[in-house]
T-cell receptor, first 111, second 114 residues
Framework: GIQVEQSPPDLILQEGANSTLRCNFS?????LQWFHQNPWGQLINLFY???GTKQNGRLSATTVATERYSLLYISSSQTTDSGVYFC?????????????FGKGITLSVRP | NAGVMQNPRHLVRRRGQEARLRCSPM?????VYWYRQLPEEGLKFMVY????????ESGMPKERFSAEFPKEGPSILRIQQVVRGDSAAYFC????????????FGQGTRLTVV
């Protein structure tokens, strides 16, 4: 099946810093989503972005489907950005819309 | 529009008991997915259902686990004769009709087997 790799596995930032989180996938995809799992375990939808670029406040994301990667940018980080960021994809050859998740990137933003 | 609702949020079961996890999808969503998250890991797909049909159960353990999404009422993930290795967070997601639409997740049920 499709493989999803996220990097770096862990990231520590000072409040106000910018960061880039990367997601590589091994095959063509129909769907790509970024999620933030907060310290309470809740999964928050950040972006639905199978291709192109989107922005939402301090966050933006770019997916280059032909090169099989996606990037999540966080600018002016805040302590509330802490948590785990997951990239998840639906394989192009898949018969349904099930998501395959990466292992996540643990972000800690220090005040 | 309420989000995906899961209950209970926390569930404690003794070894050998049954666990029933419930999921009500978002209004207008016809696709339901169950995922399991072990500590320090990402989410793993278990099963995909539409009303009264199991579409893909390739991620479900062969024994003790079952899922349904009846015509009326929530989707149910049932685990019989639970063992300690079943302890995990179980998430439900729903998505609108159509292929490859955006999925939204519930808050999860944290199952602890003692």
């Amino acid at each position: 099946g499709i493989q999803v790799e996220q990097s770096p596995p862990d990231l520590i930032l000072q409040e106000g810093a910018n960061s880039t989180l990367r997601c590589n996938f091994s095959d063509s995809v129909n769907n790509l989503q970024w999620f933030h799992q907060n310290p309470w375990g809740q999964l928050i939808n950040l972006f639905y972005i199978p291709s192109g670029t989107k922005q939402n406040g301090r966050l933006s994301a770019t997916t280059v489907a032909t090169e099989r990667y996606s990037l999540l940018y966080i600018s002016s980080s805040q302590t509330t950005d802490s948590g785990v960021y997951f990239c998840a994809v639906t394989a192009y050859t898949g018969a349904n819309s099930k998501l395959t998740f990466g292992k996540g990137i643990t972000l800690s933003v220090r005040p | 529009n309420a989000g995906v609702m899961q209950n209970p949020r926390h569930l404690v079961r003794r070894r050998g008991q049954e666990a029933r996890l419930r999921c009500s999808p978002m209004k207008g969503h016809s696709h339901v997915y169950w995922y399991r998250q072990l500590p320090e890991e990402g989410l793993k797909f278990m099963v995909y259902l539409q009303k009264e049909n199991i579409i893909d159960e390739s991620g479900m353990p062969k024994e003790r686990f079952s899922a349904e999404f009846p015509k009326e009422g929530p989707s149910i993930l049932r685990i019989q004769q639970v063992v300690r290795g079943d302890s995990a967070a179980y998430f439900c997601a729903s998505s609108p009709p159509g292929a490859n639409t955006e999925a939204f997740f519930g808050q999860g049920t944290r199952l602890t087997v003692v």
